[in-house]
């Protein structure tokens, strides 16, 4: 099933916008925290209905979500001429946003990941094992 990047290019300008001013006061940070969590629940509702989401510089898949986690979450990185540079997988996954950094990030945990990110392994070789490892979304690839 095609999905449309405009829900993920959507939110990024959400998370733009609210990022633009500093949190000054209790007010400014209830807002920001919910304009946070109103993002993130907009993404997991996709990864719901959809098992999938991609973007610029991403795709990701999962087998289902629960609440606010990810089940069997796969993510694919892409660099800027959509080429895969890195692929990871999870048992479970959470979504984070940094409204400051306008920055989603996916933090899996009990998976592995291959890629040539940075000099670690090519695409094809054996993965590499994690515990808890965060991967930058919506954003280039670092070395882009």
Same mark, same amino acid.
């Given at each position: ?5 405009? +829900?993920?290019? !959507?939110?990024? @300008?959400?998370? /733009? &916008?609210?990022?633009? @001013? ?8 209830? #807002? ?7 993002? =993130?629940?907009?993404?997991?509702? #996709? ?5 999938? /989401?991609? $973007? #610029? ?12 986690? /990810? +089940?069997?979450?796969?993510?694919? +990185? ?20 940094? +409204?400051? @950094?306008?920055?989603? &990030?996916?933090?899996?945990?009990? $998976? ?9 392994? @090519?695409? !094809? ?18 070395? =882009?």
């Amino acid at each position: 099933m095609k999905i449309c990047s405009g +829900l993920v290019v !959507g939110v990024f @300008a959400v998370v /733009l &916008s609210a990022s633009s @001013a500093p949190a000054e006061d209790s007010g400014d940070r209830d #807002r920001a925290r919910n304009v946070k969590t109103g993002v =993130e629940d907009r993404l997991y509702a #996709r990864l719901r209905e959809e098992g999938q /989401l991609f $973007g #610029r510089y991403f795709r990701v898949f999962v087998v289902g979500v629960q609440g606010r986690r /990810l +089940l069997r979450a796969t993510v694919v +990185l892409l660099d800027g001429e959509g080429t895969k540079v890195l692929v990871a997988q999870g048992e479970e996954g959470e979504i984070e946003g940094d +409204l400051r @950094a306008g920055a989603i &990030s996916l933090k899996l945990t009990h $998976g592995t990941y291959w890629g040539k990110v940075r000099g670690e392994k @090519a695409p !094809g070789r054996e993965p590499l094992p994690f515990k808890r490892r965060t991967f930058l979304v919506n954003q280039p690839p670092s070395g =882009e």
